[in-house]
């Protein structure tokens, strides 16, 4: 069975590209998908389709046509990760957990300890929770692999 894997959340390091290169080190039968990670280009989602008179409909726009993508991949993927990181509020990323909880989508949080508090109800309905791309690799072998 090839797994499809959505990762969400904070932009800003590298824990994407640790993950995949972690997994595909592994031979795992996993394809992986994300949201849109360019903040630019996500901001920009939608002036295509008009200017706006105010950053509020800009924004609202934008998130309009960014969940055209993010829910068709958590719609489609096998497993969730969610990532919080410890700069930046990710607070879309909060969203997609919930999305994912709604649909009954297994999901794993990633984030450091010192934020447990802030994110005990995200972590309450997830069904592991990280605290770094190693660990996540790991329970990813174990799912994937298991026999």
């Not at 932009?11 to 795992?28: S, Y």
């Not at 969610?82 to 700069?87: E, P």
């Not at 309450?124 to 799912?143: D, F, G, K, R």
Request: aromatic content about 10%.
């Amino acid at each position: 069975m090839s797994w499809t894997v959505y990762l969400s959340g904070e932009i800003h390091t590298d824990w994407r590209e640790q993950i995949i290169e972690g997994c595909k080190a592994k031979n795992l039968p996993i394809s992986f998908t994300s949201a849109v990670t360019n903040h630019d280009a996500s901001d920009a989602a939608g002036d295509g389709l008009g200017e706006e008179s105010s950053n509020f409909w800009r924004d609202h726009k934008s998130a309009k046509v960014n969940a055209i993508r993010t829910k068709t991949q958590i719609e489609k993927c096998d497993l969730a990760i969610v990532r919080f990181g410890d700069k930046y509020k990710q607070w879309n990323a909060a969203f997609d957990a919930g999305f994912c909880a709604a649909l009954g989508k297994p999901y794993i949080t990633l984030h450091s300890a010192d934020i447990i508090h802030p994110l005990k109800e995200v972590d309450a309905a997830a069904l592991a929770w990280a605290q770094t791309p190693q660990q996540v690799i790991e329970v990813l072998e174990y799912v994937v692999s298991a026999q």
